[in-house]
């Protein structure tokens, strides 16, 4: 049957795992179809379900190259000298468009958006649903395709992306940073508009990380989430409060409260490929600055531990600690956080409200033990504050080398060997050149 076709097709995709450093083929070729007029729920709950799988694959890759040219850690490994070296831009290194740590989540990337324009054309054409339901698939999937736009964004910035890849055989253009971050914003609200018409409940089922955002209404709350962020990326601060205002930021909440990926070691799932067993010699190592810079007494500096056996060193650099943000081969990863619409919140105040900037840099501050903020009140100053909340209450999830970018402040990220430099942003992918 043809569409039985196609999902054992997409299982087999989606089950490719991203813990080999191999180079992958062209991530916008035509290798997922659509499915004909009669694609059952189950059919498309194959999709949705392949799509949170998906979020999944590579991402470790992100969340490493983005960490480690952010200065937020280095990668210590015998078996691959790229990531201290021309990930770091170490020497005359340059980064090569063939690189797995540009290619692997670029793929990965958009391996999700390649998949939900398969849910969107299978939903669309099935006679089995109806119009609510429909708007349920519609809201879900181009949720997570801006979602993954935006980290492909993040990655190729000036260099511009491709949003529209729904014809294998006819890709759209590339288009640069601003207008892919309008793309992005357009298709979040197209979504939040799918969503406010689909009901009460979705027709397909999410998984457990996925808890309270699993409804239409909640999951809207999701969308509104990225899209503040994206608003705070374009420098819209009136625009991110808005957005918040219909996200699931709580001021008086727990921080930790967002949707996230699933992981498991049950056979045949995907287990988390951010944890890293502790004082081994190949290993997630804290940059030196995070221990150096933090105030004392900050309570996320539990998210790095003391290395056992000492200092750890390779290629002219060194550390003490192990990255400690993920603590088990089960633990969820997420897509956002309360405790980042906070900081959204912070800095969205400045210059328009900044007793509510401070309000919300308080809350920030009394959750990593520390005293209420005292600084001097002119932007400048509460902007370094929040940038500093941000490094430390966002460490390892892939912010920093954004945050600093965004504010024209890449230059004040440490250069740790004489020549080393800090990239802006990655080649675009050989296969796509």
């Excluded at 909640?218 to 957005?243: D, M, W």
């Excluded at 056979?267 to 081994?280: C, E, H, K, T, W």
Aim: glycine share 10%.
């Amino acid at each position: 049957m043809k569409q039985t076709k196609y999902i054992i097709f997409l299982l087999l995709a989606i089950g490719l795992g991203s813990c080999e450093i191999d180079e992958l083929s062209n991530p916008n070729g035509s290798s997922i179809q659509g499915f004909d007029s009669d694609a059952s729920k189950s059919a498309l709950q194959t999709l949705v379900t392949g799509i949170e799988d998906l979020t999944r694959q590579e991402n470790g890759f992100y969340f490493d190259v983005t960490s480690i040219v952010g200065r937020e850690y280095y990668f210590f490994t015998g078996s691959d000298p790229r990531y201290t070296g021309e990930v770091l831009g170490k020497g005359a290194s340059q980064l090569d468009n063939a690189g797995f740590y540009g290619t692997r989540p670029y793929l990965g990337r958009y391996r999700t958006v390649k998949t939900a324009n398969v849910l969107i054309d299978g939903a669309t054409n099935s006679t089995l649903i109806t119009n609510e339901e429909l708007n349920g698939y519609l809201g879900f999937a181009k949720t997570f395709q801006a979602y993954e736009l935006l980290l492909v964004a993040n990655l190729q910035f000036e260099n511009g992306i491709r949003i529209d890849v729904s014809d294998p055989d006819n890709l759209g253009p590339f288009v640069d940073y601003d207008n892919a971050l309008a793309a992005i914003q357009s298709l979040l609200s197209d979504a939040a508009g799918d969503l406010s018409s689909a009901g009460s409940s979705f027709p397909f089922s999410l998984s457990g990380a996925m808890a309270g955002f699993d409804t239409p209404a909640t999951f809207s709350s999701f969308n509104r989430a990225i899209a503040a962020r994206v608003s705070l990326y374009q420098g819209n601060s009136s625009e991110a409060l808005s957005n918040l205002s219909s996200s699931f930021m709580d001021l008086a909440g727990d921080l930790d409260v967002g949707p996230a990926r699933f992981y498991s070691t049950a056979g045949g799932d995907f287990a988390n490929n951010l944890f890293r067993v502790p004082d081994q010699a190949d290993a997630i190592i804290a940059h030196p600055t995070f221990v150096g810079d933090a105030t004392a007494g900050d309570g996320r500096l539990s998210k790095v531990l003391e290395r056992p056996s000492g200092t750890l060193t390779l290629d002219g650099l060194s550390g003490d600690f192990d990255v400690w943000v993920y603590k088990s081969l089960t633990d969820f990863v997420p897509f956002v956080r309360n405790e980042e619409l906070v900081l959204i919140y912070a800095e969205a105040n400045v210059g328009s409200n900044d007793g509510e900037a401070v309000r919300a840099i308080n809350i920030i501050r009394a959750s990593a033990g520390l005293d209420a903020y005292s600084g001097s009140m002119d932007r400048a100053s509460l902007i370094n504050e929040i940038l500093y909340q941000r490094r430390y209450s966002l460490f390892g999830e892939g912010h920093r080398w954004v945050d600093m970018r965004r504010l024209n402040r890449l230059n004040e990220l440490p250069i740790d060997r004489d020549g080393d430099d800090v990239w802006v942003q990655f080649p675009r992918p050989v296969s796509e050149v």
